[in-house]
């Protein structure tokens, strides 16, 4: 009697039930150039995440994760879901291996391996959760950076000590 009590209590406590979803986004600049206030005050103006987003119940990735896409208002309804801690991620589960072998792709694959890794957000769903609002605010990709060439430095010429010939 009491094994059965204590299971049907924690079939309770994992209870799947719909989550309305709301995310905006702010970005950063990530031009080549100075930009002027006007367009950085673009930057920070704050807009609904329209994309989409890959929830794992694992910070590293390990389950199959389950996929959402928000709508144009950044709103999702989040159906499916057991109570407990999801990690959102931004980018689909992707292999090393996978982007090494594409000659394809420019870049650092491990660089753009732990860029697509970087888990977004924690999402929280209780017994008393129906809705969840956050701003995400994205950085640029340290992998898409693509410095300037630089001339080597120009290097003085030493006097020539006579002294030591």
């Known amino acids: 009697m009491l094994a059965i009590l204590v299971f049907s209590s924690c079939g309770n406590r994992k ?18 150039a ?5 367009i950085l005050e673009q ?30 208002l950044g709103k999702v309804k989040l ?10 991620f931004r980018f689909p589960k992707i292999n090393l291996e996978t982007i090494k072998m594409d000659p394809l792709k420019p870049g ?8 697509q890794s970087r888990e ?8 008393y959760t129906t809705d969840l609002s956050d701003t995400l605010r994205f950085s640029c990709s340290p992998c898409d950076l693509e410095m300037p060439m630089m001339p080597p430095p120009v290097m003085e010429e030493q006097p020539i000590d006579e002294g030591n010939k």
Request: net charge negative.
């Open 120 to 127: 977004m957000i924690t999402l929280d769903i209780e017994p």
């Open 34 to 38: 100075a930009p002027d206030d006007e």
């Open 43 to 72: 930057y920070k103006i704050v807009k609904p995440f329209t994309d989409t987003i890959y929830l794992h119940q694992s910070p590293d990735r390990h389950d199959d994760g389950v996929m959402f896409i928000l709508n144009k």
């Open 15 to 32: 209870k799947k039930k719909p989550v309305n979803l709301t995310l905006f986004y702010t970005q950063q600049y990530c031009g080549g």
């Open 79 to 88: 159906e499916g879901l057991s109570e407990g801690s999801y990690f959102a």
């Open 108 to 115: 650092d694959p491990l660089c753009e391996y732990h860029y």
